[in-house]
């Protein structure tokens, strides 16, 4: 450990303060900013009048049914995203880091799709769940499952979880990967030695010493779930009937489609903080957890 | 593990695959139709595969200099991100006191922080700063890498702060007592130790600055800086996609990016050739 | 490193400009051997469709001026955003486009005056956008929609009203054809269709008003009666719109699988790729409440920024007039803008067989408004829509249920 010395301190400076520099203009001084907003009643155009209204904002957001809808489905979708990347992200980790002669193509094949943006993604997807499903449900007559998905309010939070989970899983794949690279192979094979099977080396050697990657990847889909935003846009524009219209989506039609720039900033606020308890949570949780050696 | 259960797993990894990536296979078959024979037909082969739309769509979208715009942003953006944030990191997991847990959690919590909210601030800001201090932040590249960096910071330092455990303190104490300075342990002990997270690091972000349209769009107005994501804007309008270019666009956005990941993955493998066997 | 721009004075190519086809610039000032340097300046519109030809007459405009104009691009959906952004840094454009409307009043204290420029006079009547007395925008061009029909399955004088529109879709449906196909976006749904109940009121913009207030209602009122009892018939005899898209409402419509679609004369533009489709197309009215005219109006309007300082202002103007009253300029409205033409002095040329409906029809002034464009803003995409869309997702919805959700979306969306 470093103790923070006089000298010591200078380094600590060094080493933190440029990054800090920049991070403080680009995201703290426009947040904070963003909180005065949320006091106010504007329309968003520069050139026409703020005015100051106090909470005003924040009690209508507690009147907003459509914005506690959203909150709702939103938490639906991150919890279900949540489960399924990780899931699949683990077990496409697992599958590739086996010394299988195609594992460095299949590596790259379940990445492919992170490497398409957001919006495009939407729309590829969207065409998928409406013509291609009708085309299949025609053809194979099995019409419970080839329907068209989007325009049913249950099973377009569940295709666009699929969408999610479908570009998310490679991300978190290759930070289990990152992960399982460090675990040395001696553990392992000390393990094997002794007697443990597959599940056992798994459940008492892999994942305690992946608890760094878990930490790192429930929140990143934890995080990206929460502001989702491209893929909503472009999936199902919030339909059908705002059934899908997550957070980032109703803070963003409400600044920018209604033009009541305070309340889409007052809303964000609250939602923040109350997702920023969960998350932290979690994080402090199983970083506590995480093993240094 | 054996022959049989090999197999198995192999085939079902292919398949896994491949039915992951036909999405990808839509984009690119629909890159050579028009709209006459897309409407006919999206799942089916073209009829021909002429480049057109793909010369068509370079054409338009001025590919060269946008390649150049692009290349350059997200080269120096990421230079930046990894060495400051993996320095940041590394003092603050060193550093077991409040304030170092307090400045990694602000990092982390704003991660939470959906764009659209800081927007209209981050505009303002940018604008003070080139009114008050002349440094030109706005419809430069220059302002864009800034606000890149601080806009990928949070993730980089999350990531560099989990995987900074591994490295053993051992090693920096012994550096330290032959006498390198602080510098001198991060560089030459720490920070050849964190190369697989670096590697990752530098993936997600290639990524993410790549394909990024929101920000680049706010910041960058001249023809001459655009990105390639803010080139393809041509092709889609208010109510309809021209899909053919759009999509020869696209491919051509994400080919660049999937050559850098193929490379750059070589360095994240590590001892599966050599490693024991399973 | 830092490729710095700004609207720096450097007009590097200075050199000699071309004679002929200038246009003497805006203000009094012109100098007497052709066009004077002017400030570089920047445009922003929201049409995708026009950003390339709009490129190309800027070039042409620095070839015959030596001025400058930087086109900057937007994708549709993000024009807005990315407008409010740039006002916001300081960065605003000189020149930009503003809908009618709700989203013109939003910006209002942005516009420049321009009642006195040389153009403004030529500005067909009741077309411009005002502030007041105060000439403030340039319309694009006009637009029109309605009924979009095949010629070779319809013919207008069998659907004068409701009801025999009502047997039309229901003989079509008899017959496994498509009658009538609206499509899943906001506007193709009921942005465009409900203008027509609107747009008959004796005064809309004064029926709008009352219904922000609560004093009238949707329902109680005999056209929006009749509106209903049409999207019941669209309901049950068509295919249903939240399965199409635009794409393949045209695509349909171009391979005669249906017979009409409720769309503009900007979709003229979709059916390019079929080739020659072997029937006519034209456009009729909305046959609701004894209506026989297409909705005709302006969507887009160019305005200057007034924020922007004195010489750009000018330079904006001297653009703005250069590309009124040129060979060049005229020939990319029509031509290539492919717009209806708003202005007096511009001949409207080759027109498509939609928009040529559309001009004529504007000539001759039979046209009912576009009311829609004084809604409050947001209201169609964010409230309209979500209850049209549950109309036509549910079976057993009835029109008056439909219009109790519509008065009860608009009470909430007029906030």
Request: aromatic residues 12%; neutral net charge; glycine residues 8%.
């Amino acid at each position: 450990m470093i103790l923070l010395t006089k000298s010591n301190k200078g380094w600590f400076a060094l080493f933190t303060v440029p990054l800090l520099l920049v991070f403080t203009t680009v995201v703290i001084i426009p947040f904070i900013i963003g909180i005065g907003y949320s006091f106010v009643s504007w329309d968003g155009i520069p050139a026409n009048p703020k005015v100051f209204v106090g909470l005003d904002n924040y009690i209508e957001l507690l009147k907003d049914d459509r914005f506690l809808t959203s909150a709702w489905h939103t938490i639906e979708f991150t919890v279900l995203a949540l489960v399924l990347v990780n899931v699949l992200g683990l077990a496409f980790s697992l599958l590739v880091t086996m010394k299988l002669r195609i594992s460095n193509a299949a590596r790259t094949m379940f990445f492919l799709p992170n490497l398409i943006g957001g919006l495009i993604l939407g729309y590829i997807w969207q065409f998928i769940f409406t013509d291609v499903f009708k085309f299949l449900g025609d053809k194979t007559g099995w019409d419970s499952l080839f329907f068209n998905w989007l325009i049913h309010p249950q099973s377009a939070l569940y295709a666009m979880v699929i969408v999610f989970t479908w570009q998310m899983a490679g991300y978190t794949m290759i930070i289990y990967i990152a992960g399982i690279q460090g675990i040395p192979d001696e553990l392992g094979e000390a393990a094997r030695v002794d007697g443990a099977n597959l599940w056992q080396r798994l459940t008492k050697i892999v994942f305690p010493l992946l608890m760094p990657s878990f930490t790192i990847c429930l929140f990143l889909t934890l995080s990206g779930a929460f502001k989702i935003f491209d893929v909503n846009l472009s999936l199902t524009k919030g339909g059908p009937n705002n059934a899908t219209e997550l957070f980032a989506m109703n803070i963003f039609n409400e600044i920018f489609g209604y033009g009541h720039y305070g309340l889409g900033q007052a809303k964000a606020i609250v939602f923040f903080i109350l997702v920023a308890a969960v998350t932290l949570t979690q994080v402090i949780i199983t970083k506590k957890k995480e093993v240094q050696y | 593990m054996n022959r049989t259960s090999r197999m198995s797993a192999s085939t079902l990894l292919i398949l896994l695959a491949l039915a992951f990536l036909s999405p990808i296979y839509l984009m690119l078959v629909n890159s050579f139709k028009d709209r006459a024979e897309l409407y006919k037909s999206a799942l089916a082969l073209p009829k021909s595969f002429s480049f057109q739309y793909y010369s068509k769509a370079m054409e338009k979208m001025s590919f060269a200099t946008a390649f150049g715009n692009s290349l350059f942003i997200t080269v120096v953006s990421v230079i930046f991100v990894v060495v400051l944030a993996s320095m940041t990191a590394w003092m603050l997991v060193r550093t077991d006191n409040k304030l170092s847990q307090i400045i990694f959690l602000t990092f982390v919590s704003t991660m939470l922080i959906p764009f659209q909210t800081l927007m209209m601030p981050l505009m303002q800001v940018m604008d003070w700063i080139r009114g008050t201090l002349h440094i030109p932040m706005l419809n430069t590249r220059g302002g864009l890498i800034y606000m890149n960096v601080g806009f990928h910071a949070s993730m980089a330092v999350f990531l560099y702060h989990g995987f900074i455990k591994s490295v053993p303190v051992a090693l920096e104490e012994a550096a330290t007592l032959d006498g390198c300075s602080k510098f001198g342990v991060f560089w030459r002990i720490v920070f050849p130790m964190l190369k697989t997270i670096t590697i990752t690091v530098a993936i997600l972000d290639v990524i993410a600055m790549w394909n990024d349209y929101l920000l680049p769009s706010l910041t960058l107005s001249d023809k001459a800086l655009r990105t390639i994501p803010l080139s393809t804007f041509y092709f889609f309008g208010e109510f309809t996609i021209q899909w053919n270019l759009a999509m020869a666009g696209l491919t051509l956005t994400i080919i660049p990016v999937v050559v850098f990941y193929m490379f750059a993955q070589k360095y994240i493998i590590k001892g599966i050739a050599a490693g024991a066997v399973k | 490193m830092l490729a710095a721009c700004g609207n720096s004075n450097d007009n590097k190519n200075a050199g000699a400009t071309a004679s002929g086809s200038t246009s003497s610039s805006a203000t009094s000032s012109a100098t007497a051997t052709g066009a004077e340097k002017l400030k570089k300046i920047s445009l922003f519109q929201s049409k995708v469709e026009i950003a390339e030809p709009l490129e190309k007459l800027a070039e042409t405009y620095k070839k015959e001026t030596g001025n400058e104009v930087e086109v900057w691009g937007s994708a549709g959906d993000a024009y807005m955003t990315q407008l409010q952004a740039k006002l916001t840094a300081g960065e605003g454009p000189t020149i930009f486009s503003v809908g009618t409307g709700a989203e013109a009043e939003k910006f209002k204290s942005y516009y420049a005056d321009l009642s006195n420029e040389p153009f403004a006079k030529n500005i067909a009547p009741d077309m411009a956008l005002k502030d007041g007395d105060k000439i403030v925008g340039v319309p694009y061009g006009v637009e029109g929609f309605g009924l979009v029909y095949n010629k070779s399955m319809i013919d207008p004088k069998d659907v004068k009203d409701v009801d025999s529109l009502t047997k039309a879709l229901e003989k079509f449906k008899a017959d496994g054809k498509n009658g009538l196909s609206l499509s899943q976006e906001a506007y193709f749904l009921i942005g465009h269709i409900i203008n027509t109940p609107f747009a008959l009121q004796a005064d809309p913009t004064g029926f709008i008003d009352k219904l922000n207030k609560g004093e009238v209602k949707m329902a109680d009122t005999k056209e929006f009666q009749e509106f209903a009892k049409v999207m019941e018939a669209i309901r049950a005899n068509t295919v249903n719109p939240m399965e199409v898209k635009y794409d393949s409402q045209m695509g349909d419509f171009a391979t005669g699988k249906t017979a009409m679609v409720h769309q503009g004369n900007w979709s003229y533009g979709m059916l390019k790729d079929y080739g020659d489709l072997g029937f006519d197309i034209g456009m009729m009215a909305l046959p609701i409440a004894g209506n026989d005219k297409i909705a005709v109006g302006v969507a887009s309007n160019w305005v200057v920024n007034n924020k922007a300082n004195a010489d750009e202002i000018k330079a904006a103007s001297a653009f703005l007039n250069w590309m009124f009253t040129s060979e060049a300029g005229k020939n990319a409205i029509v031509n290539e803008f492919k717009f209806i033409p708003a202005m007096t002095n511009i001949e409207a040329g080759d027109l498509d067989p939609l928009s040529k409906t559309v001009f004529e029809a504007t000539k001759a002034g039979n046209t009912i408004p576009w009311a829609l464009n004084y809604f409050p803003q947001g209201i169609i995409v964010n409230d309209l829509a979500p209850a049209a869309q549950q109309f036509f997702l549910s079976q057993d919805m009835t029109g008056e249920q439909f219009l109790k959700n519509l008065d009860a979306a608009w009470a909430k969306g007029a906030k």
